[in-house]
């Protein structure tokens, strides 16, 4: 459990960093919080010639939120993102996913940034990004491009970045008012990749009425994946939307797979289970910012 | 007079040096050593047509790569096999590099030695293995099909074969007027201690000796083995056992392939040798244990006192039978627990596989043992409709039928006689503890917030402290502090902080005053190891026995001293003095000093002790007949046989209805170890203990697939459980003396975990309203059950039916 040869660069401006990753091109490898790829070197699972530590560019060490929603630097840490009052206060989604994150030791080295890209399937970030239509900025050599999380995901641990490219900045945009959100999992152990977990959104119109209801799913696709689920509470107020029917309709749109932890056939109920859950809870969370945001006539009696 | 330390809930003293990284283990030593790596099987069998170094040899850094074909002597030959047992068909061992053949992935090939970690495994990465694929044999039902075997020139599987009877069972059974079959099924785990192996050996040229250090539980077993296999004189080989860092029962095999290939290189090169085991190799190479299939028949009475039982095993060995067939036979014989089985006849079958060794790993067969006798007690009264205590009840030893001879012979070669306890008072204190009487109306509680919760309850005895036997020396420096060794080692159980304890007592000495080492042959070489619960039945009494031949002497050195009758003197504060005469006495310093008698001083102490010092008895010689220069006393404690502790265990838990999740909501122990050195370090074992029990009960498996590969060779897919995992334990004492030794004490290392996959089982049944016959259980193995269950496929369990008729009469209606 030692790493094979390699050339370590450790660039202390972004221009320099993107010169040496597109000289490395396919042979180098972004190292920022190190807490997925440190491990895949000492298993040599992974090889790559370069190393470039990223962790002196202090200019991605960041978090900004704005009318636009929440960006995240590259090395913005978990426990930085998930601390950020005026982040949760924006978009609550952020900590509910950031507290399921592994463990605190964990969350204070790795990267949220450095999650998405590294496109694990199980992981809660990339399931918050493609649940709110986030998106990430990529910077090269030769230029930018800002990828929608929709187009990011190709694969298990495997994202449409080219190896020249690094992802400096993530954008979690804003729900539309009226919005609420939960994450609910199930690990096998506190802080362990989920064996299903739902993050889940819902939007209420000004009737208190269910207008739109979409959840993201960990561990149950090759990617994160996000269902419309809408059709089966549209038009319901809160406390008679038929929440199981919408589980029973994400049950019926995923197909996960048996591994050494859970059957196919325990994930998929599961997610039905947890879809009703999550958007039970989010739309109990909708009520409650509406409710924190104007006063509701006929619970004030 | 100090305060008496035996029985008090003294801190660690072990433990400021360890938490604040103060520690020495294994890899912290030896940084100038050259680094060793094993290229391994990828395979589960194989045969090894060819190992190509060709490509390594360019790696800079590599001082050399060794292969079977290096090997000559005892050392090309298969390591030993450690427990031999009439029993044993076909005792296969391995060999320290693969011979022509691999038996299971992570078999040793090929021993690379480089500059650093770093250069040995780039090197290692290079050398190519032609291997042959041969057919694997993987899981119990594959190893008795037979359609292929694990070793050449076997017809069949069956390492060894076993059949122990107490009467005539199977009449017995026939008679009965009630009979049941079960089939049992418990998956393999492992200790996973968080250090693994490691091994570091030096050669000193000159004085023609091996100085070796491993992280081992047998520091005069791995010098034996090793001393046998380089052809060395015991004499010339030192090994010193530095900080473990947890054994839990893995590192008392030895000598593993690694332990005898670090010192044999290190003589070869003449250079400092050091290897540290990684995760991964610690799971495909090192041991396994628990996975056993067991068939129970029982035959009882109207209030279910068995009548007989007949009980058959097969036991999954893995590819070799190195530790003998210790773990089937103490589940053959611990089965019984606190019982009377009526007619016992036991039955086991030990199989190859080709999968990681098994060896014991702490309870070593007595979870599975427990497993299949307290779900055949709960399958007893499921089916007479009796509470499952009181069937448990009837069956018990009675403290007046103590010493109590099961009529077999236990894993020590000697008779399974249980010493003292009292299984009735156990049994009702669990009770009381976790709220037995009171759980019905909780659980309708719990029903009416729509919550499904179960209650389980588990007893069982333990042999403990088994012998051949263990030393202890005890020296009085001239400094007054004392020097105590034992040979057994220590991995973190504060075996420093109660050897301590016992000897500030018998000597009259301050704690403080009292330094332990453990595991050094230089300071004690009669030794057997850390296994079976021993260290304080075994050691403490040995220290207790060495430290009373110290008093003794002390007393009469002193007394000779102070012209006073031996009798008349005592020792407290380290200062031995007339009784009820604090001020005429002398420090146990100056009685060390005047115990040797000196020619020449060094300093101003020892020249009390020099020729015309003090008048002296010219009709006498110095050192007197039959006495020895020096104050100190060795002495070893060698028991008649194993000392039996027992408890309970009763649990309650939740299981989700919509998720099956399971979630333990209190857990209680009730423990008797016989009289307790310290309860603060008892509590420590059980809660860890306890933790493990949970981790077999509900987390930990080995998931090898069908072509023998460990799918779960790391930290995180083996579900090693959390803090976070495991529930508070509420914990009560016991103190029924063992006659069996000077202290009155059992061993208590492994007792929170024996009962855990049966307690836990008996829970979850009892929620989910059937039987729960194989662990560990996973929600998604749960979920499972419970569509079986849905589909008719699992009957239910009696008394949920009964009850649920009982709600339907009272309701009016069906319950659903």
Redesign the interface.
Known sequence: ?????FHYHAPTTLADALTVLGETGPHGKILAGGQSLIPLLN??LAAPAHLIDINRLAELDRVDVDDGGVRVGALARHARVEADRSAAEAIPLLRQGLRLVAHPVIRNRGTTVGSLVHADPSAEMPAVLALLGGSLDLVSASGRRTVAAADLYVGPLESCLRADELAVCARFPRPAPGTGTAFVE?A??????A?CGVAALVTLDDDLRVAAARAAYLSMAPVPHVLDLIEAVAGRPPDTADFAAAGRLARGRLDPEDD????A??RA??AE??TARALREAAEAAVGALGASRPDPERAT | MSARMFGAPVQRTEDERLLTGRGAYLDDLGADAYAAVFVRSPHAHARVRDVDVTDALDVDGLIAVYTHEDLTGPMAEPLPLLLPHPCIVDGRTPHALAAGYVHHVGAPVAMVVARDRYLAEDAAERIAVDYEVLAPVVGIEAAVAAEHVVHAGMSDNVAAHLVQEVGDARAAIAAAPHRLELDLDIERSACTPMEGRGVYARWDEAGGSLRLYSSTQTASGVRAAVAAKLGLDVGRVEVVVPDVGGGFGVKIMHPWPEEVMVPWAARRLGHGVKWTEDRREHFIAAAHERGQRHTVRAGFDDEGRLLGLDVEILHDNGAYLPYGVIVPIVTSTQLLGPYKPGAYRVEFRSLYTTTVIVTPYRGAGRPQGVFAMERTMDAIADRLGRDRAEVREVNLIRPDEMPYDQGLLFQDGRPLVYDSGDYPRTLRMVKELIGWEGFAAERERARAEGRRIGIGLACYVEGTGPGPYEGGHVQVGTDGRVRVATGLTSQGQGHHTILAQIVADELGVAMSDVEVTTGDTRRMPYSVGTFASRGAVMSGSAVALAARKVREKALRVAADALEADPGDLEIAGGRVHVRGVPGAGMDLGTVAVLSNPLRYAFDEASRAATQFARPADHAAPPVPEGDAPGLEGTDFHSPLRSTFANGAHAVVVETDPETAEITILRYCVVHDCGRLVNPLIVEGQIHGGVAQGVAGALYERMAYDADGQLLNASFMDFLVPYASEIPPIRIAHLETPSPLNPLGVKGAGEAGVIPGAAVIASAIEDAEGFPVRSMPISPSDLFGLRRRFAAGEIPPLRRAERARGRRANETGEPDV
């Open positions: 459990m030692k790493p094979p040869p298993m040599r199930i096998r152990r506190r802080g362990d990749y064996v050494i932890h859970a059957t056939e325990y109920h599961l289970v947890l």
